[in-house]
């Protein structure tokens, strides 16, 4: 099955600078790539993704990018700021369509 | 309004004493999951079903139970509830294996 690896597990950015996370996947076949937001006690929530025939994804400050060659894919949050923080989860579907989550990023922007 | 509810949100119990957290959706969605979240270990599947009747083991599915008797609803039951299920609980459905929606999530403590 999928297996997917995310890293760091926390990341602590100054407010106004960049935050980027990083996950790898095992299933070459796998061709879906969400990034979910949770806040604290609140419910996951997809701010983006990516499907395998595209190499980058932007949606005002978050930017999602694919190197299907290498299995990996990263979120980019330019000029973060508070309401940044929260865990990050992305995910990959595996060649059965089912979804597989990473172990989460807690991002902490310091103002 | 679409949404993803669940009940209860929290719930303290005793080992041994069944129970059941509903899951329902208003979107008309076949694939529904629930999932587990615990510290440092991310969001794991439970179980899943993309259909009516159609259930299937996630990653994690020792020690419970679902059906999906009616389009909207996926409950999940805990025969036997004990310490080690003591976590977190989303319920999420799709319109295929792609974006999730989740509910608001079920704390559970067993004692």
């Known amino acids: 099955g999928e297996n997917v690896e995310q890293h760091p597990s926390t990341l602590s950015v100054q407010e106004g600078d960049s935050a980027v996370i990083k996950c790898t996947y095992s299933?070459?076949?796998?061709?879906?790539f969400p990034w979910y937001k949770q806040e604290l006690g609140k419910r996951p929530q997809l701010i983006i993704d990516?499907?395998?025939?595209?190499g980058e994804k932007k949606d005002q400050r978050i930017a999602v990018t694919l190197n299907k060659t290498a299995k990996h894919f990263s979120l980019h949050i330019t000029e973060t700021q508070p309401e940044d923080s929260a865990v990050y989860f992305c995910a990959a579907t595996d060649s059965w369509g089912k979804l597989q989550f990473g172990a989460g990023t807690q991002v902490v922007v310091t103002p | 309004e679409a949404q993803v509810t669940q009940n209860p949100r929290y719930l303290i119990t005793v080992t041994g004493k069944k129970l059941t957290v509903t899951c329902s959706q208003n979107m008309n969605h076949e694939y529904m999951s629930w999932y587990r979240q615990d510290p440092g270990l991310g969001l794991r599947q439970i179980y899943y079903?993309?259909?009516?009747?159609?259930?299937d083991k996630g990653d994690v599915p020792e020690g419970y139970k679902v059906s999906r008797k009616e389009k909207r609803n996926f409950p999940l039951i805990l025969e036997s509830p004990s310490p080690n299920q003591t976590s977190l609980y989303f319920c999420?459905?799709?319109?295929?294996?792609?974006?999730?929606?989740f509910g608001p999530g079920t704390r559970l403590t067993v004692l």
């Open positions: 299933d070459s076949a796998s061709n879906y």
């Open positions: 999420a459905s799709s319109a295929n294996h792609n974006e999730q929606f």
């Open positions: 079903s993309m259909n009516v009747e159609v259930t």
């Open positions: 990516i499907r395998s025939n595209v």
